[in-house]
């Protein structure tokens, strides 16, 4: 259990993790508990334990002058003054009261102090519990909203859950205070007994797809940020995924629908005299070819290029969006609606495609053009049988909805981590559960529904800018100065918190995107706030850039859980396996050999070492106790581990 409580100082910013692990090791050879050539073992052990405790991190004061008790391994009685002095075991525990970032031994045990820097590494999920009742805390790095106690983790003690702890939680009011976007989707939280962010990662999804179109964002004079957005949800089935994609992008079905019936005569005629010009085209080709007399070969070749010429320009039925192409056609489609796009769909086709389903060279380029579709960098678009096309601003939105056993261990497929594609997309996972849901299904209001669609119509029907010489560009949306302030300041608050010992020091790829993400939401919601009016005459408030941060914010706790998820460890899913077998049989003592005798040859337990790891987690999770046997010298099996349940995680069976 000490690498799993140390990893909860380093997940929380009080530890550096690098030296706190030079530190264990240290300890574990200093008391004989490491053979000559162990020390690799024992030192991935440490960092097993250490990555798990992260996963659940102490967090600072709620106020001003509020105390936290942490469970502080003790230093023989020697204080320490910073993290990197923090060595020791955890044979008994003391309690430090924190008071404004500092310690104070309560029974002069030991003194701790936090780093001078720590206020700036303190985990967005601390923030949560200091904001005041009117949704605006002091700033930053965190959230502005009205939660309630059981939208919060209350903390977890030593028994940590195998399955995920509760995420803060959106509320309407957070999405766009008093404005029709949230309201829409608050409604049809309620109406589909679903959790807020379902219908709010399709709904903002589709607002941007309808906001990128015609709108980008200026941050400062050299920088700008496009309105597109990377969304994805996750969320277990039976959460009623395509009812959600039905109602919220409705708007842009329709849209596509009118504007194809709109198009049909003029796309008919256009398509008949393409037909006339071609056959007529093809026939003096055929001539030509036949010909003897130079002078009617020229003059052949002249009619060529005269019906060439006069051929009118193919008409393409714009699109809004689709749920499944090839890259190439996913190109095409670019090419053919102005440089926008929308990927919108339950499942996680887009990562198949990222990993190079079709494509006959695998993933590797399909990835290096599907990257450049979210800040949108110029591509050339080469299709068959029609010309090849220049898309100086390709812009992609995709919203993807997978359940949380597809994404697992997508972190492992090449170049989905560490060329940042994982890294563009706002997450939002929360905890799901089922318990409650009445069934009734009671609509929302008409006038909540008529508004949504009107008003996102209303943003696909804007006009585009226009730049000197009267061609069409997108609208340049401005921030104000204070909104200028407020968003560099979430930038600057996520900086310290990517360094080694920071709260997202293992998803820096999120983290430095995440404050253009903050400027691309901003945007879209300003538009939804003046759609009665010009967007572009006003300048994007520092009220809307709030709202944008916070979201923001909230999405990196889940984006935490998503990264968990991403990456996770096969053991992880061994483990509780081997609990619910545990708390089925109500086991509160058991042997290594029994666990694997029923568990032998199931999906997570392949061999006798996946039980060994498996119990290990069981262990650095308070689950559990292990008795390792003495070393046998006469020959035969060696004897297994005797286990033994923890008083906490038997709590209430009979």
């Not at 009812?243 to 198009?263: M, N, V």
């Not at 529904?449 to 119509?457: A, L, M, S």
Request: net charge negative; aromatic share 6%; proline share 7%.
């Amino acid at each position: 259990m000490s690498s799993f409580r140390v990893g909860r100082y380093v997940g929380g910013g009080f530890l550096a993790r690098g030296r706190a692990e030079a530190k264990m090791l240290n300890a574990c050879v200093t008391n004989g508990l490491v053979a000559a050539n162990g020390k690799d073992k024992v030192l991935d052990t440490i960092r097993r334990g250490m990555e798990a405790g992260m996963k659940h991190p102490l967090s600072p004061p709620n106020d001003e002058r509020s105390t936290t008790s942490l469970n502080c391994p003790p230093d023989d009685g020697v204080p320490f003054s910073t993290p990197d002095q923090f060595v020791g075991d955890d044979s008994q525990d003391h309690d430090v009261e924190v008071v404004n970032g500092e310690g104070a031994p309560l029974e002069g045990v030991i003194e701790s102090k936090m780093p001078d820097h720590a206020a700036e590494i303190v985990p967005l999920s601390a923030y949560v519990a200091s904001l005041n009742g009117n949704g605006h805390g002091d700033h930053f790095g965190g959230f502005r909203g009205d939660f309630s106690e059981d939208q919060i983790d209350a903390g977890l003690g030593d028994l940590v859950p195998l399955n995920d702890p509760k995420m803060p939680r959106l509320t309407p009011a957070m999405i766009d205070g008093d404005g029709w976007v949230g309201e829409f989707i608050g409604e049809l939280s309620k109406e589909t007994e679903t959790p807020l962010e379902l219908p709010a990662t399709v709904c903002l999804a589709t607002l941007h797809a309808a906001v990128a179109r015609n709108f980008k964002v200026r941050v400062n004079p050299n920088h700008f940020e496009t309105c597109n957005q990377w969304m994805m949800g996750i969320f277990p089935p039976g959460t009623r995924k395509s009812s959600i994609f039905t109602r919220c992008a409705k708007p842009l079905t329709e849209w596509e629908r009118e504007k194809a019936d709109e198009l049909a005569p003029q796309i008919a005629d256009v398509n008949l005299e393409r037909e006339l010009i071609q056959r007529r085209i093809k026939k003096l080709k055929a001539d030509v070819k036949k010909a003897e007399d130079l002078e009617a070969i020229r003059a052949a070749k002249e009619q060529i290029k005269q019906l060439e010429a006069a051929m009118p320009p193919e008409i393409i039925t714009p699109r809004l969006w689709t749920s499944d192409a090839t890259h190439e056609k996913l190109g095409s489609l670019l090419a053919d609606n102005d440089g926008c796009i929308a990927w919108m769909t339950a499942e996680s086709t887009f990562f198949e495609i990222a990993a190079g389903r079709y494509s006959k060279g695998g993933g590797d380029t399909n990835l290096s053009s599907l990257l450049g579709m979210h800040p949108g960098d110029p591509m050339v678009v080469d299709r068959m049988g029609r010309e090849t096309v220049r898309v100086l601003e390709p812009l992609l939105t995709i919203c993807q909805t997978p359940q949380p056993d597809v994404i697992v261990g997508l972190g492992s497929t090449k170049g989905f981590k560490g060329r940042g594609l994982l890294g563009r997309f706002l997450y939002f996972a929360p905890y799901v559960s089922f318990a409650g849901r009445t069934h009734e299904n009671s609509p929302m209001p008409k006038r909540v529904e008529v508004t949504y669609h009107n008003n996102i119509r209303k943003i696909l029907d804007m006009p585009p800018g226009k730049d000197a010489k009267g061609r069409p560009r997108k609208h340049i949306l401005k921030l104000s100065p204070e909104a200028v302030s407020e968003r560099r300041k979430f930038a600057k608050s996520l900086d310290p918190m990517m360094d080694p010992e920071g709260r997202f020091a293992a998803m820096s790829d999120w983290a430095s995107k995440a404050a253009g993400a903050a400027a691309r939401l901003a945007g879209a919601l300003h538009v939804a706030k003046h759609v009665d009016d010009q967007p572009w005459d006003h300048d994007i408030s520092v009220e809307t850039m709030r709202l944008a941060t916070d979201i923001i914010a909230l999405s990196g706790e889940h984006a935490i859980r998503a990264y968990g998820l991403i990456g996770e460890d096969p053991t992880l899913n061994a483990a509780k396996q081997a609990w619910a077998w545990v708390e089925r049989h109500r086991r509160l003592t058991f042997k290594e050999q029994d666990m694997w005798q029923a568990l032998k040859n199931t999906l997570n337990f392949q061999r006798a070492d996946d039980v060994k790891a498996a119990l290990s987690v069981l262990e650095e999770r308070g689950y559990v106790t292990i008795d390792e046997p003495t070393p046998q010298r006469k020959r035969g099996r060696p004897a297994g581990a005797f286990v033994r349940v923890t008083p906490k995680a038997s709590e209430g069976w009979s």
